[in-house]
């Protein structure tokens, strides 16, 4: 039930805290509807890595034919040595299938549960909080009742 633009701000604090820099958003004619298309610089560990990364807000699923897609126009994100798809709906079997396919680049593909993962590992529209419960002290009591 969130807007469009709060999602895409969600995304990109998630992206900052991931330690991606350089984020830019990604227009050219043909996009689909209901997604936001962004490059970024992803550093890891000294390493850089252009990464294309969708958005999909509306809910939709993400099928095979999306990945190859992403796959086919990295040219345009930099140009993106890697992608992430992401979806507040499904990956279909078909994506996961041809993100995995073995000497192909790497697509990460984060369905709605996925992106809340991320999220929460990355502490980013969570609050973390801690529950004291108080329980007796069996050993203490029981040396006290021999006293």
């Known amino acids: 039930d969130m807007s469009g633009p709060a999602l895409v701000e969600?995304?990109?604090?998630?992206?900052?805290?991931?330690?991606?820099?350089?984020?830019?958003?990604?227009?050219?004619?043909?996009?689909p509807g209901g997604e936001s298309h962004f490059s970024a610089l992803h550093v890891m560990h000294g390493?850089?890595?252009?990464?294309?990364?969708?958005?999909?807000?509306?809910?939709?699923?993400?099928?095979?034919?999306?990945?190859?897609d992403l796959r086919g126009s990295l040219h345009h994100y930099g140009p993106a040595s890697a992608g992430w798809l992401i979806t507040t709906g499904q990956c279909l079997s078909g994506a996961r299938e041809e993100a995995l396919a073995p000497g192909t680049i790497p697509i990460a593909l984060y369905d709605h549960l996925g992106f809340?993962?991320?999220?929460?590992?990355?502490?980013?529209a969570v609050?973390?909080?801690?529950?004291?419960?108080?329980?007796?002290?069996?050993?203490?009591?029981?040396?006290?009742?021999g006293i």
């Open 10 to 31: 969600l995304l990109l604090t998630l992206l900052e805290r991931m330690g991606f820099q350089d984020v830019r958003p990604v227009r050219r004619p043909g996009l």
């Open 47 to 68: 390493e850089e890595i252009r990464t294309a990364i969708v958005l999909r807000r509306d809910g939709r699923e993400i099928g095979r034919e999306r990945v190859i």
């Open 116 to 124: 809340a993962r991320l999220l929460e590992e990355h502490d980013v």
């Open 127 to 145: 609050v973390n909080t801690r529950i004291n419960l108080a329980l007796p002290d069996i050993e203490l009591l029981e040396a006290l009742r």
